[in-house]
């Protein structure tokens, strides 16, 4: 039954609701369109099935890459430093890895970077409890760069595996901001030479396009090494990452997957890809 | 200025008298792309461009008098993108910010939503703008599981010159039954309650904001959102207001450049009024909800 124009239409059209829906943006809809198109003139694809598996073919080649693996014991201490919008799961993210690290049989060091919002100190020292690690912190208002430089040393000096220095949340649109940053990331390599040898940007799921702004804004200011994709356990699909990872050439290191300090897993392109569909 | 997509459609029409089924359908497409860009969720844009469709087929464009009363002609371009604007206008408005007093005892404010979404800065926000208008507001610290969520909402009442009331440990529903009966201990006639983030999904949550409710029978429930929230503002504002009435929805963090293509899905699905947008981290950041705003931003 495949082959007929109406048909190929609906099949086209029920796949392009649920690309949107996932996020998956519009540059990125009319490419995968474009290719299905292309293999159905071809006479490649026959039935529906076909049409989305050949979808999800190229959206495993939008993720293929080289990408820098995470090499923990190549740099001692092995830093990382974790950046992102607002209320994207920074802080939580870091106290799950820290947590991950620890029952590793790591040592880990955090700095409390956030000297900004209310009670963010406070609230990476409980996760810093709860992991088993030491938490770097200055008075509130304190320098950033200060903090971070002292995480880093501290780190240096203890002989840890691990450093992770928390940032404040901003917007990408905030240059004075994106400035202090980028002067945090130079003040990170004074303390240890190669520091931070990581420089995640944390993405929510349930952000749309905008996503893809801050992926660029960052990166331009960073040079991000990779990407944590948070809230998956809800109901958005974080679909605007196939842009994102296809454009950046970064990886996503992990995914954020609840609240609790076990919720944190390790990046599956073929698992993400299947998940846009269901 | 236009997006390009906005500005693509005004071009369909040029040299062009009128407004036909053979123009009309290339400019919604390139509507079509623009609204999805801006994170409008994709069964809101078919919805959309049917009305709009609806609106301005067939309208023949004749001259206009400007405010000194000579004539100009307005385009079929310029007549379709007013046409999409004043839509989006009227699908985000009418303007309501107000808050519901009720006529004896405190007014109860109930701020909930996704994790993230702005609740607690928002509710330390709402603090000062009251206080500003000589309310004598009690925040209520209902997250009792977020890490120094508690510590959070005392530091932004400090700040404000607000009163906390907190019971660590102690279950949202009876914290905020405790909080209302001992609201005139603290003189207060505005109690805000900030909860702690959940998912529509989340059965055992939404269940406990029921108990909330069921308790103390708040007068405004406002569900906080991401102004940068893509797709998922859908599912995520049917499932709250699917268990919980609403009263009212906030748009957080609108200082960025987020479309804020949302907002239109929000409104359409909750059915209620969008009362503020949060500018900034700061407590002074909360403006009124104005649609003109929104809608020239997410022509962009
Ligand atoms: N459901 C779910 N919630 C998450 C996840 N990651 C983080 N959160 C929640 O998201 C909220 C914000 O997390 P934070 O770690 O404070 O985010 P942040 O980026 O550090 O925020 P700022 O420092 O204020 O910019 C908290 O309620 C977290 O529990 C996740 O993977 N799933
Ligand atoms: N730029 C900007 N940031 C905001 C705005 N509103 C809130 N934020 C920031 O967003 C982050 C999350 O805010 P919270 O108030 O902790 O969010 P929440 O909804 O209470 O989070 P949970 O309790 O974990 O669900 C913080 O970094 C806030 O400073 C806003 O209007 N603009
Ligand atoms: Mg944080
Ligand atoms: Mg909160």
Known sequence: IFGKPELDAKVLDELEEVLYTADVGVKTVERLLDVVRDRLNKKELNNAQAVQDAIKEEMERMLEFEARPISWDSAKPYVIMVVGVNGVGKTTTIGKLASKLREEGKTVVLGAGDTFRAAAVEQLKIWGERAGCEVHAMAEGADPAAVSFDAVKAGVEKKADVVICDTAGRLHTKTPLMEELRKVHRVMGKAHEGAPHEVWLVLDATNGQNAVQQARQFNEMLNLTGIVLTKLDGTAKGGVILQICNELKAPIRYIGIGESKEDLQEFHPREFIDALFS | ?300
């Open chain 2, 1 to 300: 200025t236009l997006t390009k997509g906005f500005q693509a459609a005004a071009n369909r029409f040029s040299g062009k008298a009128e407004i036909t089924e053979a123009n009309i359908d290339e400019a919604l497409r390139d509507v079509r792309v623009s609204l999805l860009e801006a994170d409008v969720q994709f069964q809101v844009v078919k919805t959309f461009l049917q009305r709009v469709k609806e609106k301005t087929l067939g309208e023949v464009v004749r001259l206009k008098a400007d405010t000194s009363g000579k004539k100009i002609a307005v385009t079929p371009g310029d007549h379709f993108i007013k046409a999409c604007y004043d839509e989006l206008c009227a699908l985000m408005g009418p303007v309501d910010t107000s808050l519901v007093y009720p006529r004896g005892g405190p007014a109860i404010i109930m701020m909930i939503g996704l994790q993230g979404s702005g609740k607690t800065t928002t509710t330390g926000k709402l603090a000062s703008k009251l206080k500003k208008e000589g309310k004598r507001p009690l925040l209520v610290a209902a997250d009792i599981y977020r890490p120094a969520a508690i510590d959070q909402l005392q530091k932004l009442g400090q700040r404000a010159g607000v009163p906390v009331f907190a019971k660590p440990g102690t279950a949202p529903p009876d914290l905020c039954a405790q909080a209302l009966k001992e609201a005139r201990g603290y003189q207060a006639d505005v109690l805000i309650f900030d909860t702690a983030g959940r998912l529509a999904i989340d059965d055992e949550l939404m269940a406990e904001l029921e108990s909330i409710i069921q308790l103390t029978n708040p007068h405004n429930i406002f569900l906080v959102c991401d102004a940068m929230i893509g797709q998922d503002a859908v599912k995520t504002a049917a499932g709250f207001k699917s268990r919980i009435p609403l009263t009212g929805t906030i748009l957080t963090k609108l200082d960025g450049d987020a479309r804020g293509g949302a907002a239109l899905s929000i409104k359409e699905v909750t059915g209620v009024p969008i009362k503020f947008v949060g500018m900034g981290e700061s407590m002074d950041r909360l403006d009124e909800f104005r649609p003109e705003g929104l809608a020239s931003r997410i022509l962009g």
